[in-house]
């Protein structure tokens, strides 16, 4: 499992506006840097990143190689509901990685 | 962002800063560093060197080697157990009959406790367990132990300091004393006091050593890094921290 941190509230009043902030252990690698054998690393990265919350889609991101190693995300989201806001990473050789948490809104 | 929120965040980078003066004229990297920058250290979730901290937490519960023992088999909770160790090394160690720093220090457990393979240098297993143990030391003033064992290490290493050295003919006083404040390339040139290592470098995107970053400016001067076992790192690192003595550590820091 990656190492992954994500910053969310745990409450927060009915109609806030909340932030979100997920950071995750990931290489990124470009696809066109060489190694020191001379030949070219082959692309690792993630390719897309979303979060749901109670299962409805809040955020979502298509990665580039641009994108430095260990990539931070941040947005917003307004806290409409009680639930658990999921997010998924996936990408090259099959990466795939999940977090879960909870949020109480009042 | 609420005011209240803002004022919170205001009180708190101010109060950090203030920590981390120590009104003797030496500055820490930390403090040479951009108010963004300083808020991504400062934040454990957006510090990306916080991953490696969390892997090193796990590797601490790991059993590992020959005996099947973890780090936490004999050292019970890192957070009481290793608080202020990382700000006290290089350090001498009786067992190897030599001065250590901390990564000596995790392998010389890991062989001789845990009868385990040495980490490699610059491995992220070795890079995540010192950044875990660095952390231990957060807010805590660098301690160099009282050693006369260590006394010509550190001369060598202060020595090494003043040499000039590579093509570029520069010492490490050259820039770090001469010209500590000023601009390399648009960049602030740090007086190099080691305060957070291990650190998340941005151009390295990755974490590195206090190694890493000495090769990286002896490389600088166009000078041959020496390997990874060389001396010359332990002593200048031995030297840097006698230099930095009584400053508040901010590992694991983030640098440009």
């Not at chain 1, 999921?86 to 099959?94: P, T, Y």
């Not at chain 2, 020595?159 to 006083?173: P, V």
Request: charged letters at 20%.
């Amino acid at each position: 499992m990656a190492n992954i941190l994500v910053n969310a509230p745990k409450t927060a009043k009915k109609g806030e506006i909340v932030e979100i902030k997920a950071l995750i252990m990931h290489v990124m690698e470009t696809g066109f840097r060489p190694g020191t054998s001379g030949r070219i690393i082959p692309r690792n990265i993630i390719e897309d990143f979303t979060a749901t919350w109670n299962g409805r889609e809040i955020f979502r991101m298509k990665m580039s190689p641009a994108i430095a190693a260990n990539p931070f995300v941040s947005f917003s989201a307004v806290a409409s509901e009680s639930g658990t806001i999921a997010f998924r990473w996936s990408g090259d050789e099959g990466f795939a990685a999940e977090h879960r948490v909870d949020i109480t809104v009042t | 962002m609420s005011a209240l929120r803002l004022a919170a965040v205001v009180l708190a980078v101010f109060t950090t800063s203030l920590a981390l003066a120590q009104g003797d004229g030496r500055r820490s990297g930390y403090q040479e560093m951009g108010p963004a920058l300083q808020k991504m250290q400062d934040d454990d979730t957006a510090n990306p060197a916080m991953l490696f901290v969390q892997a090193g937490a796990a590797a601490w519960r790991e059993k590992a080697g020959a005996t099947g023992k973890s780090c936490a088999d004999c050292h019970g909770d890192a957070a009481a157990s290793m608080k202020g160790v990382a700000a006290r090394y290089p350090a001498f160690a009786p067992e190897a009959g030599r001065p250590i720093d901390l990564e000596g220090r995790i392998n010389l457990c890991r062989t001789t406790r845990q009868e385990a393979a040495a980490l490699a240098p610059e491995s992220d297993g070795l890079l995540a367990i010192s950044a875990y143990l660095a952390l231990q030391s957060r807010g805590q003033a660098i301690a160099p132990p009282d050693d006369p064992r260590l006394a010509a290490l550190r001369a060598q290493g202060a020595d090494l300091y003043k040499r000039r050295q590579g093509q570029l003919n520069l010492s490490c006083a050259n820039c770090h004393d001469d010209n500590a404040g000023r601009k390399l390339a648009g960049v602030a040139v740090p007086q190099g006091h080691p305060t957070g290592y291990p650190i998340y470098r941005l151009e390295w995107q990755a974490l590195g050593s206090l190694k890493r970053r000495l090769r990286n400016c002896v490389v600088g001067v166009r000078a041959e890094p020496w390997p990874y076992d060389a001396t010359e790192y332990l002593a200048l690192e031995s030297h840097l921290m006698m230099r930095a003595r009584g400053m508040t550590m901010d590992a694991p820091g983030v640098r440009p």
